[in-house]
């Protein structure tokens, strides 16, 4: 029988655990495939607020083209949006190989105690974690051994905040919340500066430090106001992710 083209938006039933959940998250994206053209398919402008990029996710979902690990981390956060349980936020990463830097996003996930990750690249030990990390540092550590594998080495580690479970948010994603030069730290600085981080994170202490604040404070009152600004830092226009 001849193999569907368009591979169907997974649905989650409450029979479901949540690692059963992830993993037909990423076996939908693994059947999108990984964009190889060079060519993106799909604008993604970080600044964006969150439902202009949830609008995007969706559009993913209908056209069911090849996508690279940005559009992947906003199809993750669209896709686990129904689930209160699952804290998502973006964890992107600087190499060093051969001469040249590259650059690698992933959705960090936190549930019942534990990390894991979702996310798209050439490499399989490069995207996808299960949930089974005790600690952040476990889980970014992960990612560092495995890029030693491609004689990758990490220069920094970006974390950014918990992205809230409202797609109609006007809020943009904080994607780094915390920056670490990890190629000039000691793996137990590292570990204590994420810890750190994490524990803050889960008692939702942190708040955003980009300079959209004042736009993220209108963003609590019910007030729709067209305000077009906040899509004018282009020059920031993300860099081609080379993962």
């Known amino acids: 029988c001849v193999q569907p083209s368009v591979p169907p938006v997974p649905n989650y039933k409450l029979s479901m655990s949540i690692p059963e959940w992830l993993q037909a998250i990423q076996t939908y994206m693994k059947m999108l495939q990984y964009n190889h053209t060079g060519t993106q398919f799909f604008e993604i402008r970080k600044t964006r607020p969150l439902s202009g990029l949830m609008e995007t996710a969706k559009e993913m979902t209908r056209e069911s083209l090849p996508i690279k690990c940005l559009e992947a981390v906003i199809l993750g956060i669209y ?15 600087k190499t060093h190989f051969s001469g040249n830097y590259f650059h690698h996003v992933v959705l960090g996930i936190y ?80 570990r204590k500066e994420l810890e750190k981080f994490a524990r803050d994170m889960r008692m939702k202490i942190l708040k955003p430090s980009s300079a959209h604040s004042p736009m993220k404070e209108r963003s609590r009152g019910k007030s729709l106001s067209p305000r077009r600004r906040q899509g004018s830092p282009q020059r920031r226009a993300c860099r081609r992710d080379k993962s």
């Open 79 to 93: 896709l686990t949006n129904g689930q209160p349980t699952v804290e998502r936020f973006p964890i992107s990463f």
């Open 111 to 190: 549930c019942n105690g534990r990390y894991g990750s979702l996310g798209m690249s050439r490499r399989s030990d490069l995207m996808d974690k299960p949930l089974t990390y005790r600690t952040l540092s476990d889980l970014i550590f992960e990612f560092e051994d495995s890029y030693k594998k491609y004689l990758h080495s990490v220069k920094k580690v970006k974390i950014g905040l918990y992205v809230p479970h409202e797609p109609h948010s006007f809020q943009p994603i904080e994607w780094k919340q915390l920056v670490l030069n990890v190629s000039k730290m000691m793996r137990t600085e590292v």
